[in-house]
Structure formats: structure tokens, C-alpha cells
């Protein structure tokens, strides 16, 4: 059975008959591309072994999360994942999205200033420093440098509000149901989500080869174009450049914070020790009280969801 009703979600355990088996081929084959809120079917995914035990929530450090397996999209835990939530920096990943939609050619050079200085972390430059359009991108996603992502509504000469409509209207296509945008880098708390809506985003962009590069890259360095100075960028998600975490390889993530908010992280990853992405998840942890506590985080729900689970 097709469940359409909790936030067009889906776990359909066993076919009925062969009109059943074709609707759900129709569904795989054209579902995304018709009806985009059927984002995560969950059809023929990792079902509980044997000696399934609960997450044990001594090890929960977080206010909301969802683990969501990347291939079939079935959900296989969650914790309050529909509660509204500040998203803070993981707004970037919509901002940057909408971005790419307008084919920037990387190579532009482009220019920060003051104006785009919005506070929180950011790249530390002179007014007028010049930089190529794939540098600011990676300012943005690598090191979620808040001037980065303010920049790019004014360098692609988009009225700030119209790039927010745009951001909008992509989350509401996208049946993020929980999520309204009403800034472009995350600062303002105002900027409301889900973990569960996280994940559905989460689950378009990081199929994006830009992004994925972007957000798993330890270190990235650049030249600002007009003075020579070199920029070199650190990634700022632990599971990526953090040697404690090398049982997890990581392909895609991004890390928010606010006080409003605490500690957010959303990241792609499956176990070193397989040799394919079959037992790839998409983990999203809100509200960690402290930077490591969101890593560790993730890493236990992921840990304990390969343990607990049959691929």
C-alpha cells in the first residue's frame, strides 16, 4: 500500500497484483518528473534485521532528525523531523541551487563588497575584491561564508526578492511543506524548515556533481584577482576533514548554526568499508547543543542504521 497522506512519504512493503506492480513502475519511471512531491517513494528498501534493536536515546544530542536510505528514499528513523526549525546556514544549499539554475559561467570574475556583509562567518576580504563566480560558490558551500551567498542574487542581477520567490517556489515544488525563506544565507532566524524537509532537499541537490564537489572537498584555494592574495578555504564539516571520522565517507553535507537554532547539519555518507553507495543515507540532525555533539550525532544515527537494518 502507497501511504500519500504524511507529508507524501511512502512505504510500500509487498505488490498485491500485476496492476499494483505497474503502478509502482510508473511511479519510479515518472513519479519525480509528474508529481514532485514524490520525492522519496520508499518502494523495495532496507527492511529491520533480525536483531533490530531502537536508536538508544542516551545518545541523542539533537531536537529534530530523520535518516532517510538515498536509493530506494524510505525513511528509517526519525525524531520530531516535522518540527519547525531555523534552518541557518543549510539555507545556502537552496540559495546555491538557485544559482546553478542560472548557469554561471565559472570562470566570470565577480566582486564582494561591503554590502554583502551580512555577519557570521565569512570571507575576509577588502570592498571590491575580485574573485571567478566558482570561487564564490565554494565560499559559499565549502566554507558557508555568509557574504558569498548574499552576493549572488546582486551578481546575477536578480532583485533580492525575486531570488527569494524563486528559493520558494522550488521548496514548495518540492513539497517542503515546512520551509519558507526570507533570507539568502541563513542568518535570519525567520528562515523556518524541517528536518524532513531538509532531507527532501538534500535528496535533489546532492545528485548534483557541483555540489557534491563543493561540499566534500577538505580545503579549496583561490586567488582574490586583484590584490594576489591567497585564499584557502576549509571545509567546515567535521566528517569530511576530521581524522575521527574516517569510518564514514561523505558525499555531500553542509553545516548551519545559530543561536536561534544551535548546531544543524545535514550530510550524504554510507560506511568507508563498502566498496558502493548501496547503504548510502542522508542524515539530517537539528538543534545539537554543541558543534561536535551534531557529528557525533549523525555519525551514531548512521552507525546504528547500518547495524540495524538489511540492504
Not at 55 to 77: C, H, K, R, W
Not at 204 to 210: E, H, S
Amino acid at each position: 500500500m502507497i501511504n500519500i497522506n504524511k507529508q507524501n512519504f511512502s512505504v510500500l512493503k509487498r505488490f498485491g497484483s500485476n496492476w499494483h506492480f505497474l503502478f509502482v513502475v510508473f511511479c519510479l519511471t515518472f513519479g519525480t518528473f509528474l508529481f514532485p512531491h514524490f520525492v522519496f517513494a520508499g518502494i523495495l528498501g532496507p527492511e529491520k534485521g533480525a536483531g533490530y534493536t531502537p536508536y538508544p536515546m542516551e545518545n541523542n544530542q539533537f531536537t529534530s532528525a530523520i535518516v532517510v536510505d538515498v536509493e530506494s528514499g524510505m525513511i528509517l528513523y526519525t525524531f520530531h523531523d516535522e518540527a519547525p526549525w531555523s534552518g541557518a546556514s543549510l539555507t545556502k544549499l537552496m540559495s546555491s541551487y538557485v544559482f546553478l539554475q542560472h548557469e554561471p559561467i565559472w570562470e566570470k570574475i565577480v566582486d564582494l563588497r561591503d554590502v554583502d556583509d551580512v555577519g557570521g562567518g565569512k570571507l575576509w576580504v577588502k570592498d571590491g575584491a575580485t574573485l571567478s563566480e566558482q570561487d564564490l560558490f565554494y565560499s559559499a558551500i565549502t566554507a558557508s561564508a555568509n557574504n558569498a551567498a548574499t552576493a549572488m542574487p546582486r551578481i546575477l542581477g536578480i532583485p533580492l526578492v525575486t531570488y527569494l520567490d524563486e528559493m520558494n517556489t522550488i521548496a514548495k515544488s518540492w513539497a517542503m511543506r515546512s520551509t519558507m525563506y526570507v533570507g539568502v544565507a541563513g542568518m535570519e532566524p525567520e528562515n523556518m524548515t524541517s528536518a524532513r524537509d531538509i532531507a527532501k532537499l538534500a535528496w535533489r541537490v546532492f545528485r548534483n556533481d557541483v555540489f557534491r564537489r563543493a561540499s566534500t572537498v577538505s580545503t579549496y584555494d583561490f586567488t582574490i584577482r586583484n590584490s594576489g592574495e591567497v585564499k584557502s578555504l576549509k571545509n567546515t564539516n567535521y566528517l569530511v576533514t576530521k581524522p575521527e571520522y574516517d569510518d564514514v565517507f561523505v558525499t555531500g553535507g553542509k553545516t548551519g548554526f545559530l543561536y536561534e537554532s544551535m548546531y544543524n547539519l545535514v550530510v550524504q555518507l554510507r560506511p568507508t568499508e563498502d566498496k558502493d553507495s548501496k547503504r548510502t543515507l542522508i542524515v539530517v540532525v537539528f538543534g545539537s547543543q554543541t558543534r561536535d555533539g551534531s557529528f557525533e550525532s549523525a555519525r551514531s544515527i548512521a552507525r546504528w542504521t547500518w547495524d540495524n537494518f538489511e540492504w
